[in-house]
Nanobody, 120 residues
Framework: QVQVVESGGGLVQPGGSLRLSCAAS????????MGWYRQAPGKQRELVAA???????QYAYSVKGRFTISRDNAKNTGYLQMNSLKPEDTAVYYC??????????????WGQGTQVTVSS
């Protein structure tokens, strides 16, 4: 069983920064891709950023140049550095991790989400 826990959300003023963390624990042999999604009220969940096991990244157009995704494989942890935040970045942010278990199965595990609110 794998648990994924996000942290680092909160209230920040426009133009400010936050750093989200995503920690995976449990029966983990390896972690392949990791990703951050967000869902604003009344909207569908959307991909924000993703990173592969070799460090290749992709970003939504709306956050490119402002957000940076990274990971620490030794700690089974991913990060999302968010700079120059805008009110439209307000959402619940979810992390997922594609985890390879010792039984050979790869499962996408999701966290419970962390609220990010950008407001003055």
């Amino acid at each position: 069983q794998v648990q994924v826990v996000e942290s680092g959300g909160g209230l920040v003023q426009p133009g400010g920064s936050l750093r989200l963390s995503c920690a995976a624990s449990g029966s983990i042999l390896s972690i392949y891709g990791m990703g951050w999604y967000r869902q604003a009220p009344g909207k569908q969940r959307e991909l924000v950023a993703a990173i592969t096991s070799d460090g290749t990244t992709q970003y939504a157009y709306s956050v490119k140049g402002r957000f940076t995704i990274s990971r620490d494989n030794a700690k089974n942890t991913g990060y999302l550095q968010m700079n120059s935040l805008k009110p439209e970045d307000t959402a619940v942010y979810y992390c997922n991790a594609d985890v390879g278990a010792y039984n050979g199965v790869v499962v996408r595990s999701w966290g419970q989400g962390t609220q990010v609110t950008v407001s003055s």
